[in-house]
């Protein structure tokens, strides 16, 4: 796999190939770095990095330069896959299109993400997390239903893990096809649609005619997201009809009809005094003890988990989600997440430390091309080639 892919989508993308035992060459230059090197550069890695591009080896090669670009079309000769996620035209820019890495190696497989896709008329713009998210409607949604300026989006990532996957899984059906009928082939990716993908039902709604569910629509209640006790702990609690709220009131120990409440049209039209005894109840409980209590009850409710709660979380630990990774330049180990697929006939994915740049750029080039250290020196202090300082 010759890897081109930045930051978050590019990393995981290849990370899942890698861990499955795929030879995946980050290639990257000094000129260029990832962004998420950019803003590892004091401190060499960062946990987050080493958990993105473990399994990796990394060839630094200056692909603006046409001896540069000429190595990288060699190596795609010898390559099964091309990933990137460079704005659209980047790839062509660069001589290296997919008409380029197809007259290379006709059954080379080729994989690019963008925001909005490789064409259309804003297939040339540019976008991340939170631009991709606000042009798929969904930051109207991920906010507070009392505060329409809370738009709790602006540090997250999504959809770029999910894009990641829906990437390695389309290069893996191409790789399929290579061998049913010997053809490479290219998969593009839109950020934008996959989490269209994701909203598919509200998308229906509205080209039904129907009202658009957004987060101040609820078919009962209550509904929503409520405080527990305990320092900033919520619990989500969902009643979607008389049983449910039949079962909640089991729970709280009070009886369905009282004030009136009994029927869902009489809790919609007063969501707050139907809110008022779970709220009572819940600022009285831990949010877990909450949500089992509830569940038990034959209620919809989830405790608020936070992301340093995950690692040990009871289920996810019985399932082997996690396990724990290092990397020589971190002062300590960190969790990560373990392979894609569990199967019984698969080992754990190996851990390797994720690379520095350039750090086997001349064991990658010897090893792919063949060349000798000779042309490699001369590579390297002709700036096309650019390994890891010593």
Not at 344 to 355: G, L, N, S, T, Y
Request: net charge negative.
């Amino acid at each position: 796999v010759l890897d081109l892919g930045v930051i978050v989508v590019g990393g995981d993308q290849s990370r899942l190939l890698a861990d499955a035992g795929a030879d995946v060459i980050k290639v990257e230059a000094k000129a260029f770095p990832d962004g998420s090197r950019a803003a590892i550069a004091l401190d060499r890695m960062s946990a987050s990095f080493a958990c993105a591009h473990r399994n990796k080896r990394s060839l630094g090669l200056n692909l603006r330069a046409p001896e540069g670009r000429d190595l990288f079309l060699r190596l795609a000769a010898r390559a099964d896959l091309v990933l990137s996620n460079f704005k659209p035209g980047v790839m062509e820019k660069l001589g290296l299109g997919r008409a380029a890495l197809a007259a290379a190696n006709p059954g080379i497989v080729q994989v690019d993400s963008s925001a909005f896709g490789a064409t259309g008329p804003w297939s040339d713009r540019m976008g991340y997390g939170p631009l991709v998210r606000a042009n798929a409607g969904l930051s109207g949604m991920w906010r507070y239903p009392d505060d329409p300026d809370s738009f709790s989006d602006a540090l997250t990532i999504y959809p770029d893990h999910v894009g990641a996957r829906v990437g390695a899984a389309g290069a893996l059906a191409l790789l399929i096809w290579r061998l049913r009928t010997g053809r490479g082939g290219a998969v593009s990716v839109s950020q934008t649609e996959v989490m269209h993908a994701h909203l598919a039902a509200e998308i229906a709604r509205l080209r039904a005619g129907l009202p658009f569910e957004g987060p101040d629509a609820a078919p009962d209640a209550p509904w929503g997201v409520f405080p527990t006790a305990g320092d900033d702990d919520w619990c989500a609690v969902t009643v979607r009809d008389d049983a449910d709220w039949a079962g909640l009131c089991a729970a709280l120990g009070r009886d369905p009809e009282a004030d009136g409440l009994g029927t869902a049209a009489a809790r919609r039209a007063d969501p707050q005094a139907a809110e008022a005894p779970l709220r009572a109840w819940l600022a009285g409980r831990p949010a877990a003890e909450a949500m089992e209590t509830l569940q038990a009850a034959g209620v919809p409710a989830g405790a608020m988990v936070r992301v340093g709660d995950l690692p040990t979380d009871p289920h996810l630990v019985a399932r082997g989600h996690f396990r724990t990774g290092a990397h020589r330049l971190l002062p300590a180990p960190f969790p990560v997440e373990n392979a894609p697929v569990l199967s019984d006939r698969w080992q754990d994915p190996p851990d390797r430390p994720a690379p520095e740049a350039g750090e086997q750029t001349r064991e990658v080039i010897a090893e792919w091309l063949g060349l000798t250290s000779e042309d490699i020196a001369r590579l390297v202090a002709a700036d096309i080639l650019e390994p890891l300082a010593d």
